[in-house]
């Protein structure tokens, strides 16, 4: 008993996980409902961008890129946990309200022969699973660059060029992914990054410059 008491006293901020049933419950809303009379999002380079079935190994890479590092962060750093969890749900949390304001899909999903490869099997399993509605600004984007933020950020982290490397890397495919598997229009993932950059500042900049401000009275 005394182990479980400590065990839940260490690990008592892992409350804010629960924005996931938040998000769910509402995101689960907004497929069931959001079905015709929506706002297609498509601009003309979406055109140019051909389908590629392989882009779904990074598109579900996707799952373990942003659990991981939450759980590290989690386990390592309560400061930068809060910050990374803030950053992401305060983004996925407007992109909620964006859907429910603003009813928006695409149409340009192509047909897929499940039976091609591996990799168009899973794909047609996505698409099955996963509407074409509620895609703007794209969540998988946005958590992508939030994560990769995050993860260059953090003092033990950085120091690990390769790891650095690795999840831009990643980062990128991810948001490759979303148009080249017709999930996404590019539009999509431009807004995602404004967002991104917006949200950046509200939670990292603001405490940097404020920190900034101090320092100087404390030398003094």
């Not at 390592?76 to 969890?85: D, G, M, N, R």
Request: positive net charge; contains cysteine; proline residues 3%.
């Amino acid at each position: 008993m005394y182990l479980m008491k400590e065990f839940i006293r260490k690990y008592r901020h892992a409350w804010i996980l629960s924005y996931g049933l938040i998000y769910i419950t509402w995101f689960m809303y907004l497929e069931r409902t959001v079905r015709t009379q929506y706002h297609v999002m498509h601009v003309a380079l979406d055109d140019y961008i051909p389908f590629n079935e392989y882009f779904i190994i990074p598109y579900l890479l996707w799952f373990a890129y942003v659990g991981v590092t939450i759980a590290y962060f989690f386990f390592t750093s309560k400061e930068e946990y809060y910050q990374l969890c803030i950053y992401l749900f305060g983004g996925m949390t407007i992109s909620l309200i964006v859907c429910t304001l603003f009813r928006n899909g695409t149409d340009f999903r192509p047909i897929i022969d499940p039976d091609k490869n591996i990799f168009c099997r899973m794909v047609f399993a996505l698409y099955k699973t996963d509407t074409c509605t509620n895609v703007f600004p794209s969540v998988h984007v946005y958590n992508s660059i939030c994560t990769h933020v995050a993860i260059s950020r953090n003092a033990v982290l950085r120091q690990h060029h390769g790891l650095q490397i690795a999840s831009f890397l990643l980062m990128v495919s991810i948001c490759l992914a979303t148009v080249f598997l017709k999930q996404h229009s590019v539009v999509d993932g431009a807004g995602s990054a404004i967002m991104a950059y917006a949200l950046y500042y509200t939670i990292y900049g603001a405490r940097e410059h404020a920190a900034q401000k101090v320092r100087p009275k404390m030398l003094g």
